[in-house]
Structures are given as C-alpha cells and as structure tokens.
C-alpha cells in the first residue's frame, strides 16, 4: 500500500551546519510531495511542496527535489540556525485516493 | 480567512465520557482530514472527507470512533466510551483541490483520565 519512510531522529547540528533529512515514499501513481514542519506546541505548517517531477520545491533556505526516479523527497538546508529545531514530516497526497499521509517525523534540534 | 478552527484547544474527561471534537474547515475547501498524533504512533490518519462524504475511514481504531460531516462548515470527531489510551493531539486539516496542500488547525489536546 501506500507508505513514506523518513529519516530516524533526532538530528543533532550545530548552527551553520548543512541539513538533510531523508524521505522515500511508495505509491501507485505520482503522488503531489509536500514537507511540514512543527514547532512545540504548535499545529503543522507547510514548508514547501512539489507536484510533479523533478520540481524544487522551496521556502525558508529549505529545498526538496521531487525525484521520480527514486521515489524521493529529501530535505535540504544550507546552513541551519537555532530557529529551524522542530519536527519536520515528509506527506505524499496520493493522485488516486487524494489521501495525505505523514512520515513518522525528523526532530532536528539546533544548538548554538 | 481565518484558517481551520478547532474546539475545544483543551479537554479532560473521565474515562467512560463522550467526547466531541469539532473542526472548521476553510471556506471552499473540499476535503477534510482527521489526524491523531501521539508520541508512539506519530501522525495516523483516521479518516478524510470529500464534499462532506467519508471516504475512507480506515485509519478510525475501532467503533468507539465515529466522524460526521453535516455540511460544509463543521465537522466532529466523537468518541463514545473514551478510555485513556485515547489520550493524544487531534488535528484536523482541510484542503482545496485533490493535490494541493492540506492547512492544519492547532489541535485539540485529549486528556483522558
């Protein structure tokens, strides 16, 4: 069925450092990509999105590639700062269902 | 718009109570998601609506559970007995065209004692 797996946290950077966390999905068809992110205590806000192969998604410094070919997602950050620790969740929406579905979640914890 | 309104932000009950979520979807938007968000289980989906008809409701745990859609402005989750295992984050999100985006609201914060 359909399914994302992403990367086990937490994950420990120091504050400039480069960010990636994984994310691969498996679905029947091409599924729209999207990446969430949680702050304590808070509800999820969209990060970024792509809907079809090979867009780059981005916002914040953040970039994902949707990677038809692998059936990946990965998360990317060029230099991280403090204000980035937070849960993120990689969510393939199914084009045949239009369910949305969550990876388990990457906490990222950034110290000065 | 306001973005999606859920209430009550906070409850506690007794186990054995009936509880009753309620989620304000944003105007226009066709689909309507349930999440339940624990520390084991992370992020499940319980079920999803469109143009106020479920469609699949195979993430709901067991017949406890139950959603309705009356229209398309509201939405609840109830759960009738609750138990304490049923402790958790309820998040519900709602969404315009098939492959867009879903936008969160803050959740309601389940207590069950």
Redesign the interface.
């Known amino acids: 069925g359909d399914s994302v797996t992403q990367m086990e946290g937490p994950v420990t950077l120091s504050e400039e450092a480069f960010l990636t966390i994984n994310c691969t999905y498996t679905a029947t068809g091409y599924p729209?990509l999207?990446w969430?992110v949680q702050y304590p205590g808070?509800?999820?806000?969209?990060l970024l999105?792509a809907?079809k192969a090979d867009d780059k998604g981005s916002n914040k410094g953040f970039e994902a590639t949707y990677r038809k070919e692998t059936t990946s997602f990965h998360l990317e950050k060029g230099s991280v700062q403090v204000s980035d620790s937070a849960v993120y969740?990689c969510a393939p929406?199914m084009?045949s269902?239009?369910?949305?579905?969550?990876?388990?979640?990457t906490r990222l914890l950034v110290r000065p | 718009d306001a973005g999606v309104i859920q209430s009550p932000r906070h409850e506690v009950t007794e186990m054995g109570q009936e509880v009753t979520l309620r989620c304000k979807p944003i105007s226009g938007h066709d689909y309507l998601f349930w999440y339940r968000q624990t520390m084991m289980r992370g992020l499940e989906l319980l079920i999803y609506f469109n143009n106020n008809v479920p469609i699949d409701d195979s993430g709901m745990p067991e017949d406890r559970f139950s959603a309705k859609m009356p229209n398309a402005s509201f939405s609840t989750l109830k759960i009738q007995p609750s138990e304490p295992r049923d402790s958790a984050v309820y998040f519900c999100a709602s969404s315009g065209r098939s492959n867009t985006e879903a936008f969160f609201g803050q959740g309601t914060r389940l207590t069950v004692v």
């Open positions: 729209s999207f969430y808070e509800g999820l806000q969209l999105k809907t969740f929406r084009d269902s239009y369910k949305l579905i969550f990876g388990s979640g």
